[in-house]
């Protein structure tokens, strides 16, 4: 059967979505394309175009970290808006990105050996802890879902240094760390790091875009097998290869929670 | 040699021993004398208890601060920003003067108790390190869980702790075996290995107060710098 992509008939970057708006939000909808005779990269968990809609949702009390703002530099804002475009035209989806990742997953909850420490209201994701535009991090996740593939667009500001002008690995490392968990659970529940490796190759300045290129190579036995490019927007300078492995973990939903 | 070169290389040198590194005595308990306001804020020892320390924390901090009484164990002193001269010396090494300015050392950008809380000992006989770390409530990944990014940064530091000089991370290899839980204490042993040349191999582990839980294993490999090459 044959699905189609439904490009939104505006796409307004700025704006968030109104009260009026039901869960589903109208301006964007993904569905699955799929052809016959194409094997995709793995079997799909079956509610998976429901699983990334869900996650991808704007929420209506939570900020958008993921949207542009007055610390954005050129080249960040350009590469943005290309793929914003491609948002529209070739399925990529802009990933949101809250203050924490409770917000993603409203409605879930976490298995019991995992939950016994029930987050507070204050705590924080940590790529998102640091408010200060420009100051900390700030980037934003593009996924592509048939491909099982994603972007991340990465701007370190100065809270984030190591060796003076540059980006300090951890931070770096964190920041892959965190791509590589949207996009394994967007790919097929990957939720738990269980192996982190990572090559370090040039030092980014900071203030600078670098890209990260996230794919998911493998999935096998429960875990997703993932790497990761980081890279200048011209892909001359190579700043880091990582690669991860991610624990799938089924969330139930939670039927205490309205 | 060059008075210029060998000024660069004692700058180099003297930079990474003094920024999560030792001094050369361990008596300084008390954070610096301040002298000017600005100063204050480059000169703060932050690890030093604070009132978001755990008892856990304080406790095992005080056990290890009575290991440094007969000098086989020495605490790191952890500074947030460069001093100016710091910077200076970096700068002719490195591009940006502006950013430099602005910047302050990652992990040290929190306030009290949010973020990273941690503080290093050292053993200079053994060649390893003790890293005691409470990760605060800014550093979740999953919900009430410490951030695999978070634990993968401490890693980066405690196992920097057990080199000297001017040194730059080229491989991390972590193994999480278990989920940390946010707000919780944990200790990281690290020492180095092997010495080759240039490059250092080390390795930690990561494990709860009681060391009973192993939350996590790694490897990395550090690259002393070459003070006669600039980096850039």
Sequence with gaps: MELFLVPPTSCPDSTLPQPSDPPWSPWWTLCHLSHHGDQPKSPLPRSWPGQVSRFCQEMKKSKNYALPNASWGPDMLSLYHEFLEKTKTSGWVRVPSFRSNRDHIQGFKLPLDLSANSDKSDWRLF????????????????????????????????????????????????????????????????????????????????????????????????????????????????????SGTFLQMHLEEDSSRQ | ???????????????????????????????????????????????????????????????????????????????????????????????????????????????????????????????????????GPYLQGVPGLLHGGAMATMIDIALGSCTGGAVMTANLNINFKRPVPLCSVVVINSQLDKLEGRKLFLSCNVRSVDEKTLYSEATGLFIKLDPEKSST
């Excluded at chain 1, 990572?198 to 036995?221: M, T, W, Y």
Aim: aromatic residues 12%; contains cysteine; hydrophobic residues 35%.
């Design chain 1, 127 to 242: 790529t998102r802890c640091i408010e200060r535009e420009g100051q900390g991090y700030e980037y934003v996740i593009f996924f592509q879902p048939s491909e099982k593939k994603s972007i991340c667009l990465f701007q370190p500001g100065p809270y984030l240094e190591g060796v003076p002008g540059f980006v300090h690995g951890g931070s770096l490392a964190a920041l892959i760390d965190e791509t590589f968990s949207k996009t394994a659970y967007l790919s097929g529940e990957g939720l738990l790091t269980v192996n982190f490796n990572i090559r370090f190759k040039n030092l980014i300045p900071l203030g600078s875009l670098a890209v990260l290129n996230v794919n998911v190579e493998k999935i096998e036995d429960q875990k997703m097998y993932l790497s990761c490019v980081t890279q200048s927007r011209d892909q001359q300078t190579v700043y880091a290869k990582a």
């Design chain 2, 1 to 135: 040699m060059l008075r210029s070169c060998t000024a660069g290389l004692r700058s180099i040198w003297a930079l990474r021993g003094r920024r999560e590194g030792a001094p050369r005595l361990s008596m300084d308990l008390q954070p610096a004398r301040r002298l000017f306001s600005t100063e204050k804020v480059i000169h703060k020892d932050w690890a030093l208890p604070n009132p978001s320390w755990s008892k856990d924390l304080k406790l095992l901090f005080d056990q290890f601060m009575k290991k440094c009484e007969d000098g086989s164990w020495e605490r790191l002193p952890s500074y947030k920003r460069r001093s100016t001269q710091e910077s200076e010396d970096f700068k002719t090494y490195f591009l940006d003067p502006k950013l430099v300015e602005e910047a302050q050392l990652f992990t040290r950008g929190f306030e009290d108790g949010l973020g990273f809380e941690y503080v290093i000992f050292k053993n200079n006989d053994e060649k390893r390190t003790v890293c005691l770390f409470q990760g």
